[in-house]
């Protein structure tokens, strides 16, 4: 796995699930350097256009599809009409990639960008995605981070799947855990939690690990409309293990159980019986 970088005005993946490009050449050449599984850095650039908190922060980080496509083709229909439009009537980055995947950083606030990665990107980060050198990408990958909702359509279930297939769960279930210091120090060998919360009383069900059940639940909870909905993610069932690696190790059997038909990412579609049957099996067999 590689990690790419590039400055962006924002970083939303349900209402902008793409990494866009003015030019067409850019996201060839991101295609040709890259591999499935890679990953793209999000930086907030300095400019009027980015929320002022975000400027120059390091946002988060996406998996992205292999297949170019025009933005406009991608967008939700709201997003595409508030974007801004060149002298064609098309937005200003037409060409992109679907995010696949994506986590943002949860230290707060996110870390400068130049200060974290001790130098100025170049210019051509702008247009084009950069490559981090190794040690840079050790670094993003051990900042703090928790995943994401991605717009769901069936192209990026799509997407998501081929790169699946093409590198196994190292891919599509994202980084493994990491042990690191930092300003918020978490740890992998720390006790941890294997989750399903269940949205509701529907049969839709958020697999995933965390170090604090109380606090994850909260912070899925933050972005779901409920006052709207009367509808919130609520604890289905939880194993608790002396390790975030024996946790995530249980969440990948879990998830893994499951056909790519019925899994979108961190969530899957089935029967209460049936989770509780996959979640016993992943169990007894760790």
């Known amino acids: 796995m590689r ?7 924002g970083f939303d993946p349900i209402y902008w699930p793409i990494v866009a490009f003015s030019q067409q050449g850019s996201v060839t050449s991101l295609i040709e350097r890259s591999q499935p599984g890679d990953l793209m850095a999000f930086a907030g650039t300095l400019g009027p256009q980015t929320e002022p908190h975000e400027q120059g922060r390091l946002l988060g ?18 997003s595409f009409e508030e974007a ?17 995947r994506a986590w943002r950083f949860t230290s707060s606030p996110p870390p400068m960008l130049t200060e974290f990665l001790g130098r100025q990107l170049p210019m051509a980060a702008i247009a084009n995605a950069v490559l981090l050198s190794d040690e840079e990408h050790e670094r993003i990958l051990a900042l703090p981070r928790e995943e994401m909702d991605v717009a769901a359509t069936e192209a990026i279930w799509r997407e998501r799947d081929e790169i699946f297939k093409a590198v196994g769960p190292g891919g599509t279930m994202g980084p493994i855990p990491a042990s690191f210091l930092t300003k918020m120090f978490r740890d992998a060998d720390q006790a941890a939690v294997t989750y399903a919360f269940q949205f509701g009383k529907r049969d839709v069900w958020k697999v995933g690990w965390a170090h604090n059940l109380a606090d994850r639940l909260a912070e899925l909870n933050k972005h779901v409309p409920h006052e709207v909905l009367k509808e919130q993610w609520v604890i289905g069932v939880h194993q608790k293990w002396a390790s975030a690696d024996q946790a995530y190790a249980m969440e ?11 899994r979108y990412g961190e969530r899957v579609h089935c029967k209460k019986e049936e989770l509780e049957k996959v979640w016993l099996a992943a169990f007894v067999g760790r």
Do not use: C, M, Y
């Not at 990690?3 to 005005?9: A, E, L, R, S």
């Not at 801004?84 to 696949?100: C, F, R, S, V, Y």
């Not at 990948?252 to 019925?262: I, S, Y």
């Open 252 to 262: 990948q059997k879990v998830l893994n159980a499951f056909p790519p038909d019925r």
């Open 3 to 9: 990690v790419f970088i590039k400055k962006f005005w």
């Open 84 to 100: 801004e439009k060149g002298p064609n009537g098309d937005i200003k980055w037409p060409h992109a990639l679907l995010i696949t």
């Open 61 to 78: 980080l996406a998996e992205f599809g292999r297949k170019p496509l025009r933005s406009r083709e991608a967008l939700p229909p709201a």
